[in-house]
Each structure stands twice: as C-alpha cells, then as structure tokens.
C-alpha cells in the first residue's frame, strides 16, 4: 500500500500540473489540446539539460538546485512551443483543434529528431540518474515511517512544487483581479473588450503559462517513472485533459479528479504489489490481468465523462476564435 | 501526258472550289461551338478560381511548400556538407529506388493504399464535423480482426480473403462506432474518447495477442510478431506484378482508390450523404429539417472507424514482396497510419478524391525519408515537414482566402494599433 500511494505521486502530479496548465489555456478562451506535444518538448529540454550537466558533473553536491533549472528550462521550452499555439489560435484564428494536433506530430518529432541529432549513434533514449534527485530526508522518519517514506525518503521535490502550484494559481484564479480577467476573456470576450481589457494579450497569456506549465509538467512526468526519456509521454496529454475536462475548470476539483486518474494509472505498475490481486493472478491464470489494469484508467476516464458531460461548465467562448476588428 | 496532267489538275480546281464553300460552311457552323466551348472552358477556370475547391488547392499549396522549405532549411542548418545530396532526394523521393521508375511508382502505390483509407476515415467525419483522432486504434483493431481470421479462418477456402477483410471493416467500426455513441448520447467530446480509445485498442490488442490461446497460434515467439497470414487470405497480386515488378503492389491500391471514389458519390449523390454533411455544417438546423442528427454523428464515427479498419485490414494481407507477407510487431506503440491519416484529409479538404493525391504526396515525401537516411538524416525530418504542412494547412484556407488583401492588411496592420487606442479611449470615455 505504501509503495502504491508513492508511486500514484508519481502520476498524480505530473496530471495535475499539466491540467493546471490546460486550465490557463481554457480559462483564457484557447482549447489547447497541443498538452502532449508540450509535455514531449519540456521533458526533453529538461532531461537533455540534466544528461548533459550531469555528464560533465555540474552542481553535482546540489542536485535538487540543477532539478530547479532544469525544470525552469522545461518550462521555456514548452513556453515557446506553445507561442506556436499561440499564433495560430489568437492571431491567424485558425482551427485550435487541428493546430494543435499538428503541434502533438511537431513536438513528437521534433523530440526524436534532435535528440538523435545531438546523441551519440543517433540514440533516441536520453539517459539520467533520477536517484540524485530523490529527498532522501528523515524527516519524521521515527514516529512515522510510512508518511516518511511516501513524502520525504521516494519523494522528489516536484511533489511540493506541484502542490505550490496548485496552491498559488487557484489564488490567481479566484482572488486576483489577473485571473479574473482571465476568465472573462474565455467567458464572453466581447464584453471583457468592452471594458477595456486586452483580449487578445490575456490569451496570449493564458497559452504561455500554460505552455510553461505543460513544458514543467513533461519533465515532473519523466523524471521519477524511468531513466531515460524516448520521446512520448504515453498519451499523458490528452488524459490531463480528460482530468481538466473531469474536474470542471476548478483547481481544486482538478487536483481530485487528478487523485483518481493517478491512481488508477498507479494501479497498472504496481497490481502485482497487492496480495489479493496476485491471489487473484494465481487463481485465474487465463485472465490477463496486465491488459485489464492498463486500460483500465482509460476506460474510466470515458465513463466519468460520460456522468459528467452533460452539465460541462467549460468556458464559454473556448475554442472561438476573438475577432477584434468584428466588434 | 500534258492532257492528263491538265485532267488532274483541273480535277483537282474543281474539287478545291467545292471543298472550300463546304469546309467554310461547317466552319461557320463549328465556330459558334468552338466559341461556346472556349467560353465555357475560361468560365469554368473563372469559376474555379472563386470557388472553395480553388481556394483549397492553392492552400494546400502553400502549406506543402512552406513545409518543404522549413524542411530544407532545417537540412541545411544540420549537415550543410550532404544538405545537396539529401535534398536531391528530399525530392525524388519515389524515384529513389534503386530497381527503377516502375518499382519506385509501385511501392509509392503500395504504401499508399492504406493511407488513402485512414485519410479517407478522418476525411469522412471532418465532414460530418467531427474530428476522428483514433483512426490509429481503429486500424489496429481492424488489422488485429483480419489477422485473426487470416490466420485461424483455414476452414473458409478461397472466402478466407473476403471474410479477414470483412472481419477488419467490423473490428473498425465497432472500435469507431463507440467513441460515436459516446458523442450522440452522452456528449463526450469525440477528441478525447477517440484518443482513449487509441491506447485501449492498442493494450487490448497486444493483450490478446499474448493470451494463452493466441500466444502459440497468432504470434511467432522468436521474434515477438504475428505469424504471416495464410497464402488464401493474401492480396492477390492482380496484373501489377508485371506492371510494377519488384515492387510487391497488390489490388490493395484499387480497393483504395474504388473505396475513395464511393464515399464521394455516398457523401454528395445520396440523401444519406447529404444529411451526414447537413449535421457537420449545423447541427441544429439539420435537426431542425427533420434529421435524426444523433443516429447521423453515431454512423458517420463507425463508418470512418470502418475506412481505418478497411486500411488495417488491407495492409497485413497484402503479399508484399516476393510474397513474404506482413506482420504486426507486438510493442507498446500507437501505429503511425493513423496519424498520418489526419494531414492528409487536411491536405484534401476533406475532398475524397484529393484525399487520393494528398496521400499521393505524403507517401512519397516518407519515401524520400528512408532514402535520406543513407547520406546521415534522420527520417524524423520528414515528420516534421508532415507536421509543419499540417500546421500551415490549419490556418492557409484563410490566408488564400485573403491573398486579395494582401496590400490592405499591411496598411491594415499599422492603422490597426491606431484604431485600437482609439477604440478603447471612446469606450473608457463613454463610461
């Protein structure tokens, strides 16, 4: 059980934090479906930064300092892929779905493509060390040795950053005369012009931050599962939007939708770790347990769409192009 | 001698005089004709040149060059000392081949065939106004039905062709028609149920593959691949193996292209098609006129499932070369095919038949990927030049649409921050 909630972290925060980032996106009145294309770009800025520095053992006695950097670099990555985004949907008012299905083929090639450029025998997998990077405190190691194990020996520091960030953008959501412009610029874009706000500079926002979220939100996904990066993120993008759509816009619903997806993509790499699933596995050789646990959170993702869709409260003018000169 | 010479001569005057009256008469008679014609041919060219089908083409025009030349760029930039060498084969892509013309044009054919139909699948709902994502899972599943019949259907005989081909339409279209129902009763955004749906299908299918009961029959444990599909479920070869030998081209590619031109007549000479385009241009007005909109969204997802399915199908039985066969590798990767599926039916305007020559394009630019990779590029650039083209064709129907106002927008564009200050000073003053 210990190691099933350590390792659900692992999927929990990477889907909240990109769904934080769609939810910028969305909230500005951009349907940013280009989440995984953004997520492949920051993961491959932020692991090539780290293979490289630690290949020549730059800040090497501070490691959780090089993870900061390299999660910043992340971030500009996925910024200015999403400037892309950008562009297309807010200037040109083009088809935000096609353009950003166009931006998940870019940021999947172009992830492979360089990094068999700037590899050695044109190897796609950039390898690291993640193990640096783990807290390793004792902290409560004592009294607790199983929250000490979950949140202070396996955890990374992308667990806190995560929820930082959770934290402060339902502040600017809701308390900030920032975020609810925001909102208004996705809700009803005309009458946000017609008091004066910039719609068009609010959108333009709205995609980096989320761009920077989604660059950060790649390299917290990558880091923790696997010790090397091979250009995909296994569809990740496209569930955080599921979670985005299954939370309803809120931050906080956001974060418990993201404990349910997580969860569950938890469960299909550590099933084996329950005793009465592998009882089960024992029982009932015939039944391939392994499939049914990996398409299992995407099935109940469907479903809880299905419950939940009818009464969407998705932003109102997301996915509607702003046309200033038509006002 | 003189006598007969004068005879012929003035046979000849006299024919000459009654020809020329008569040739004037039907040239008097043809030249309205002519005229009507030559109008008729500059009114069709004008009215080309107005119409969506016109503004379409130059679109995607301008996008497909845009992405060579970003392409080229990028190439340059890279390896300027081979850039000559990769783009001269950036180019011929086709021509590549190193057993000729002919073997060259018959793998492009062959290749093609099962992207005319992803790009067909995709092409079909965009017309329905949907977007079909998971044209990837409906085509593994379809290749996964055939598979299965193709290899364990011994007892059908000479059906057995037929029936894994038919098994392969079924498998996509019920791994469409889901993602459809799911949009027509409970409104979940067919994108994302689509896309889930890609990666069920895959796990699913893999799973299956590596159950006890198929493991020893479907998959050959050496290399982790399904066996080849038996010799009666194969493609037959039809008479392109003396048209393009050494090629391995089958009758794949008119099923593809007899596939593209039916679902043109179905979509603009039946009642259904129109209803299915009537439901994509508004909804609610199609509605409104008495369609069942829902029944139309559902159908139009399976059917689309169905032309992916159709291309999985048609991909592992194909014979290949030398008739060695196709087989699908059991690895945790969604298929590219599908993907593809999608610049191409954006190349086409979702046209049916300029679906055809788009995946004409795109499977000779991937060609041109594998001939790069001897002189030390990677393919992945041509996935790039699939994605920018993708990119560019997303917003070029509106530049081409506008290439008039060309002038106008850059005067615009500097008149503009003007305005817009204007703009707001007038409101912020009527508050």
Same mark, same amino acid.
């Given at each position: ?24 996106s969305e909230?500005?009145g951009t349907v940013n479906i280009a ?50 985004l950008?562009?297309l949907a807010i200037?040109m008012r083009a088809n935000q779905v096609i353009g950003g299905t166009?931006l ?103 995609v ?110 997301s996915g509607i192009p ?6 | ?51 969506? *089908?016109?503004? #379409?083409?130059? $679109?995607?025009? @301008?996008?497909? /060059?845009?992405? !060579? +030349?970003?392409?080229? %760029? ?25 057993? *000729?013309?002919? #073997?060259?044009? $018959?793998?492009? @054919?062959?290749? /093609?065939?099962? !992207? +005319?139909?992803?790009? %067909? ?31 364990? $259907?011994?007892? @059908? ?237 997303a ?37």
């Amino acid at each position: 059980m210990v190691f099933f909630i350590s390792q659900s972290l692992f999927f929990i925060i990477p889907l909240l934090i990109v769904a934080i980032a769609g939810m910028f996106s969305e909230k500005s009145g951009t349907v940013n479906i280009a989440l995984e294309g953004l997520m492949v770009i920051g993961a491959f800025c932020g692991t090539f930064f780290i293979n490289k520095m630690q290949a020549i053992g730059f800040l090497e006695g501070a490691p959780q300092l090089l993870l900061i950097i390299s999660m910043i670099l992340a971030g500009i990555g996925g910024a200015i892929f999403s400037s892309l985004l950008g562009f297309l949907a807010i200037n040109m008012r083009a088809n935000q779905v096609i353009g950003g299905t166009a931006l998940n083929l870019v940021g999947g090639a172009l992830a492979i493509f360089l990094a068999k450029q700037f590899q050695p025998n044109n190897a796609v997998q950039i390898s690291y060390d993640n193990s640096v990077f783990r807290l390793n405190s004792d902290f409560l190691a004592d009294v607790f040795p199983n929250l000490n194990y979950i949140f202070f020996k396996q955890a990374y520091l992308t667990l806190y950053i995560g929820i930082l960030i959770l934290i402060v953008s339902t502040i600017v959501i809701y308390k900030t005369k920032f975020g609810s412009r925001l909102s208004a610029c996705g809700e009803h874009p005309e009458a946000a012009q017609s008091v004066g706000i910039n719609v068009y500079r609010y959108r333009w926002i709205g995609v980096l931050l989320s761009g920077f979220l989604g660059g950060l939100g790649g390299l917290v996904y990558a880091l923790p599962i696997s010790v090397s990066f091979e250009g995909t993120v296994a569809g990740y993008g496209f569930l955080a939007l599921a979670v985005l759509i299954f939370g309803q816009w809120k931050p906080m619903r956001v974060f418990i939708a993201a404990i349910f997806f997580g969860m569950f993509k938890a469960l299909s790499v550590t099933f084996f770790s329950f005793d009465w699933i592998s009882d089960l596995i024992v029982q009932f050789p015939n039944v391939p347990f392994g499939t049914i646990f990996r398409i299992l959170p995407y099935l109940a993702t469907m479903l809880i769409l299905a419950l939940t869709s009818k009464r969407s409260k998705a932003p109102k003018a997301s996915g509607i192009p702003f046309n200033f000169k038509a006002n | 001698m003189s006598n007969l010479l004068k005879k012929i001569g003035n046979f000849f005057k006299n024919l000459w005089a009654k020809i020329v009256p008569f040739v004037k008469k039907v040239w008097a008679k043809i030249l309205p004709v002519l005229k009507k014609i030559g109008k008729a041919i500059a009114k069709f060219f004008s009215n080309f040149k107005k119409t969506e *089908g016109f503004n #379409a083409f130059l $679109g995607a025009m @301008l996008a497909i /060059s845009i992405g !060579l +030349i970003m392409g080229i %760029l990028l190439m340059w930039i890279i390896k300027p000392d081979n850039a000559t060498e990769g783009i001269t084969r950036l180019i011929k892509g086709t021509l590549n081949n190193p057993n *000729g013309i002919k #073997a060259g044009i $018959g793998v492009l @054919l062959l290749n /093609s065939a099962p !992207l +005319i139909l992803t790009g %067909l699948s995709v092409a079909f709902a965009f017309k329905t106004g949907l977007f079909n994502i998971g044209a990837s899972g409906q085509y593994t599943v379809g290749l996964f039905c055939a598979v299965l019949v193709g290899i364990l $259907g011994d007892s @059908l005989g000479s059906f057995q062709w037929i029936a894994a081909v038919l098994a392969g339409m079924a498998g996509g279209f019920l791994w469409g028609a889901i993602p459809g129902l799911f949009k027509a009763r409970y409104n979940v955004h067919e994108v994302i149920t689509s896309i889930m749906f890609n990666y069920v299908g895959m796990y699913l299918v893999n799973g299956l593959l590596t159950s006890n009961f198929l493991k020893t029959r479907v998959v050959d444990g050496s290399n982790n691949r399904t066996i080849k599909v038996d010799q009666a479920a194969r493609t037959a070869y039809g008479f392109f193996d003396e048209l393009f030998p050494n090629s391995g081209l089958d009758i794949s590619i008119l099923i593809a292209i007899g596939t593209a031109i039916f679902i043109y007549f179905l979509l603009n000479k039946t009642v259904f098609g129109r209803e299915l385009k009537a439901v994509g241009l508004n909804r609610h007005a199609a509605k409104y006129s008495g369609v069942n909109e829902k029944k139309g969204i559902f159908l139009s997802m399976a059917i689309s499932g169905m032309l992916a399915g159709l291309g999985g199908a048609l991909f592992i039985l194909g014979p290949n070369r030398f008739n060695l066969g196709n087989a699908y590798a059991i690895e945790n990767v969604i298929l590219t095919p599908g993907f593809d599926g999608i610049p191409i039916a954006l190349l086409a305007s979702s046209n049916p038949i300029g679906v055809v020559f788009a995946t004409f394009f795109v499977s000779h630019i991937k060609l041109a990927g594998t001939a790069m990779q001897s002189v030390g590029f990677v393919k992945e650039i041509v996935d790039i030049i699939i994605a920018i083209i993708l990119y560019f064709s997303a917003f070029s129907l509106i530049l081409t649409q506008n290439l008039g106002n060309i002038k106008k927008f850059f005067h615009k564009f500097k008149r503009k921050k003007k305005t817009q200050d204007v703009a707001f000073e007038a409101k912020e003053g009527d508050e």
